[in-house]
């Protein structure tokens, strides 16, 4: 995080204020900076204080996609000054937490160091705040902030069903350390988990598409193999089995699909013990076996921003301890050895970043684009007045054309009594219909209604050289 020389709770409206850039910042973008530090001040205020040289690294100049380094002075003119840690725009203030919920959150807690906090996350918690969700991981994490310092974030989720190891970042800098490193690949997820059944194959991949569910408004997810869905890899080991009637596996998700390894394993026919949601009926085994979702994230190993090797293992609950005990596992026979991964290209981490910022994009454009329409479409419908004629149509001629001389006849539709040049607009078709030409025909159609207009025969039309057309007379 970065450091105000002067401290980061007391900056001043009226003097200019100097930051260093911290370690936690080495490489982000400028306005990045200021959304995690400064969050009152907009990206539009930081454009403008970039564009009129307001705003200094190390003394020069900075626009808001210059890359920080860690050491530089940052210069921000006086105003927006809110400390760290205050909520930003938009951001309602948080409630103070109960001892109840400061007890739960430090008992969750199984390691924690100065760039992440490790949890072991109980069952039927939720890792973020939903429709009817007030109780979450999310809404606990002021009791791992320190005072002035930035609120502890998120990396990754669990299902609410899903226990075990959740990885949290204590400052920005770590968050998107760490979410680099999710994105990447390179950090191995181990889940334990009790299925229906014992699988064929004792070590499979299991390379299904998974999409939303069709009328489940996104709570569901199924295999699409149609060329919709997104890919999924799913690696599972069987360590031991109970006779026929159940398996206790180990599972390794390489993609991060919602509910991949509910949806993978249920579609090869052995569902997770207590996963109802995908197992149906079948996921449920008869007797003492708790009826609890049997999913557990056993171990996390991933790099951390010091250059150690962050490994962390989560003790099973109490209702999978128990399940396991009833089955004749045991715990010390789980615990394989991990395979290496190798580490994706640079590359090819930036085309999926790319892709995934282009999406994001292409989502929030369509958003806007139905919003645009309603709106015409309500304001179009509201203002329209009933008068026989179309609102807002074009007159017909050509604006500041000379009118010819009055003709009596008829009155032509849509026109002002008139003249030469304005039966010969107003027989113009405003779009080209079928079977009608333009060009030498349309000038002919124009003349024959000048002449009906004028109550006159239309003039026999004479070839080039004067002689008559057709046969003589």
């Keep these: 995080m970065s450091a105000v020389k002067k401290g980061q709770g007391a900056l001043s409206d009226v003097n200019v204020r100097q930051f260093t850039i911290g370690k936690d910042d080495e490489g982000a973008r400028l306005d990045r900076w200021f959304k995690r ?32 380094e860690a050491g530089q002075i940052l210069r921000v003119p006086p105003g927006n000054a809110t400390p760290v840690g205050t909520p930003g725009k938009g951001e309602r203030p948080r409630a103070p937490l109960t001892d109840a919920q400061i007890e739960l959150a430090e008992s969750m807690v199984l ?13 039927g918690l939720a890792t973020q705040g939903g429709s009817g969700t007030y109780e979450h991981v999310d809404g606990l994490l002021d009791a791992y902030a320190a005072e002035g310092a ?20 204590r400052t920005p800098g770590s968050a998107a350390y760490f979410s680099k490193r999710f994105s990447g690949r390179t950090a191995r997820k181990i889940y334990w ?81 207590g996963d109802g949601k995908y197992g149906g009926q079948t996921a449920f085994l008869t007797g003492t076996i708790s009826r609890k979702m049997h999913l557990h994230a056993r171990r996390l190993r991933i790099e951390h921003p010091e250059g150690d090797l962050l490994d962390v293992t989560a003790p099973l609950p109490s209702h999978f301890e128990a399940s396991m005990a009833q089955l004749g596992f045991h715990e010390e026979d789980g615990d394989l050895a991990i395979d290496p991964i190798k580490p994706i290209p640079e590359k090819t981490m930036q085309k999926r970043a790319a892709k995934a910022h282009a999406k994001e994009y292409r989502k929030e454009r369509r958003g806007e684009r ?21 609102a807002g149509a074009k007159p017909l001629g050509k604006p500041g054309a000379k009118a010819g001389p009055k003709v009596a006849g008829p009155k032509i539709a849509g026109t002002k009594s008139a003249g030469r040049g304005d039966a010969k607009t107003a027989a113009r078709p405003a779009a080209k219909p079928a079977g009608v030409k333009f060009g030498a025909a349309r000038a002919s159609v124009a003349k024959a209604a000048d002449a009906k207009a004028a109550g006159t025969r239309p003039a026999s039309r004479k070839p080039a050289g004067g002689a008559p057309r057709g046969k003589a007379r």
Excluded at 238 to 263: C, D, K, M
């Design 37 to 68: 530090h400064l969050p009152q001040v907009g990206f539009a205020t930081v454009s403008r204080w970039a564009r009129t040289g307001q705003i200094r690294l190390d003394g020069k100049r900075a626009d808001v996609d210059t890359r920080i």
């Design 111 to 123: 390691e924690k160091d100065r760039a992440a906090i490790v949890l072991n996350k109980p069952p």
């Design 150 to 169: 930035p609120r502890p974030r998120l990396v990754h989720r669990l299902d609410k069903d899903t226990s075990g190891v959740l990885l949290i970042a």
């Design 193 to 273: 988990a009790l299925v229906v059944g014992v699988p064929d194959v004792k070590d499979g991949l299991i390379e299904l598409p998974i999409a939303k569910q069709p009328g489940t408004g996104g709570e569901k997810m199924m295999v699409d193999e149609s060329g919709q869905g997104q890919s999924a890899r799913s690696r599972y080991r069987v360590i031991s089995r109970a006779g026929n009637a159940a398996a206790w596996v180990e599972l390794q998700p390489l993609t991060g699909r919602t509910h991949q390894l509910r949806v993978h394993m249920a579609a090869i026919g052995h569902p997770i013990v």
């Design 370 to 390: 139905r919003k645009r329409a309603d709106g015409e479409k309500g304001a179009g419908s509201a203002g329209r007045t009933p008068t026989g004629k179309r």
